[in-house]
């Protein structure tokens, strides 16, 4: 099966890359559902093409919001240019902006988008008929129902199925909700997330008085759908005739990207799935399930936040193993003797320990050459930070005090996941490369759980 990334910008593209996504979908800035996403400007398309194409990686462009009549005079030269810069397929769930793709980039690969709700091979025959190489079923389906749909659609039409991530409370994620509340649609990509947000009645002639829908005084989350987690279910996946599993989070981090890009791959790959299930409790989450595939999807009417299991504090930019030193960029405040984790693709988790941690403050006008400054800890967002390491010492990490007070009153240690305590990387003594991820183990819950 493919596995497809979610590539909200360039960090996210070059992580998806690199720890092992085959194919990744993104946006330009226009015509996308994730418009608060970083996306790509048109003319960065054919530099993100080529960082894909020269790791042979497939690039997917969405064109999936609903088209009004006043998009459809741009569409004929933005498909063009996109033909142009080497892309791979358009996702598209409107016929007018199908039938313009087909008619002036018939190179391009058209997929079907989820917001065109394909749950049946008729409606699959029809989009084939028309061009289409792929769908993306609707998110209603079970496996028994795309098993079935694959029996009768056309043998070399792809199926695409979403197996991690956000869910909506909407039919295939057509949603009015944003709309109707907000003024802004969820189907031209401006989505507010109404369905994650606190509700309570309150009757007619007692205005002002909130009565909870639940028992819980904070109200209820009743449209708040848990995140899809099928990693433990990719062989049944693949045996109902799916083509390509997709993960959810154009919205999302580099970081979180790479987490769960590396954990499917590892899995798909022949990894045990208990090794690498800790790895999506790691990363930013709300409860998870498995949404339609085995029965009615689970809403978590208690709980609109997120809970993670690890932090992200830097991204490595760069290591020598001769004198044991990593440069990094900080992404959240880590410190002098902590145990850092190390995300690299296609490896096992392995650990570090920071000494003699180093800023090194950018140059400036008055000071071109500034010296290095050793800190105890490191806590300037972005800033590049210098210091040696030493080998893992096994313990759980993030386990002492003083490297996890800074955290808030919501934050605690945890041990570390199953499967991740690896040590040295197969015993071979080799430090982390530029584009990796360090981490810490931190546990966060948001401050608006319900629970």
Request: contains cysteine; negative net charge; proline residues 5%.
């Amino acid at each position: 099966m493919e596995l497809l990334a979610p590539a909200g910008g360039i960090e996210q593209l070059r992580a998806a890359v690199r720890f092992g996504a085959d194919a990744v979908y993104l946006a330009s800035d226009r015509f996308g559902m994730r418009a608060r996403a970083a996306n790509f400007a048109l003319e960065d398309i054919p530099a993100a093409v080529e960082i894909a194409h020269a790791a042979g990686v497939k690039v997917h462009v969405t064109a999936n919001i609903l088209m009004e009549q006043g998009d459809l005079a741009a569409l004929p030269d933005y498909f063009r240019a996109l033909d142009a810069a080497g892309v791979d397929a358009f996702i598209i769930g409107d016929l007018g902006a199908a039938a313009i793709a087909r008619r002036v980039a018939p190179r391009v690969a058209l997929h079907v988008s989820t917001q065109a709700s394909v749950a049946n091979s008729e409606a699959a025959r029809v989009w084939y008929s028309l061009g289409a190489s792929r769908v993306v079923c609707a998110r209603e389906m079970s496996l028994d129902d795309i098993s079935r749909m694959r029996e009768d659609m056309p043998a070399d039409m792809e199926i695409e199925s979403f197996a991690h991530g956000a869910m909506c409370m909407a039919v295939s994620g057509r949603c009015l909700i944003s709309s109707y509340l907000t003024g802004r649609s969820g189907n031209r990509g401006h989505c507010t997330q109404p369905c994650r947000w606190s509700y309570t009645l309150e009757e007619e002639k007692r205005p002002g008085e909130h009565f909870p829908i639940e028992e819980d005084d904070r109200g209820t989350f009743i449209m708040n759908a848990k995140d899809m987690n099928m990693l433990a279910h990719l062989d049944a996946l693949r045996a109902a005739g799916v083509d390509s599993i997709k993960i959810e989070g154009r919205n999302k981090k580099a970081f979180y990207v790479a987490s769960v890009v590396n954990a499917y791959r590892q899995v798909l790959d022949g990894a045990p799935v208990a090794d690498f299930a800790p790895e999506l409790e790691a990363v930013s989450h709300r409860p998870y399930g498995t949404g339609f595939f085995f029965g009615e999807a689970e809403q978590a009417p208690n709980y609109d936040g997120y809970e993670q299991q690890a932090m992200h504090v830097a991204d490595v930019v760069s290591a020598d193993l001769e004198t044991r030193t990593i440069v990094a960029r900080c992404r959240n405040r880590f410190a002098e003797g902590e145990e850092l984790e190390v995300l690299s693709p296609r490896v096992p988790i392995s650990r570090v320990v920071v000494r003699n941690l180093t800023w090194l403050p950018d140059p400036t006008e008055s000071d071109p050459d500034p010296a290095p400054v050793p800190v105890p800890v490191a806590n300037r967002s972005c800033g590049i930070y210098r210091f040696s390491v030493g080998a893992g010492v096994g313990a759980c990490a993030g386990s002492d005090d003083e490297a996890s007070a800074d955290v808030g009153a919501d934050a605690v240690a945890v041990p570390a996941a199953a499967g991740a305590d690896a040590g040295t990387r197969a015993g071979v003594d080799i430090l982390p490369a530029a584009g990796d991820f360090l981490r810490v183990r931190r546990f966060r819950r948001s401050a608006r759980s319900g629970a």
